[in-house]
């Protein structure tokens, strides 16, 4: 059991260093995002993600464009649908 309470506080900390990083390596974005190494490989391979390779070899991933390219393609709720369509019709009425 103390095993385990030391390998959770370790991965905490582990979160906590890489909160406050801008920049992030291949493997801290995979933690970061969720994404799988394989599935990553694919997104850099074909240009769909913002990242880096200054040297050519190793990958950096800005963590403001990840989280930009992350919320692409929101989806609003119900209730905000509504509200804007409330809005319309009150601005657009027809006299």
Known sequence: M????ILERLDRLERLLTAHKEVLTFEE???YTGISRSYL?????????????PNGKLIF???????TW????????IS???TEALNYTFKNKRR
């Open 2 to 5: 103390d095993n385990f309470l």
């Open 29 to 31: 974005t995979c933690d």
């Open 41 to 53: 490989y694919k997104l850099t391979a074909s240009g769909n993600i913002p990242h880096s390779k």
């Open 61 to 67: 991933f800005e963590k403001a464009k990840l989280n």
């Open 70 to 77: 992350l919320l692409q393609n929101s989806r609003k709720s």
């Open 80 to 82: 905000e649908i509504e």
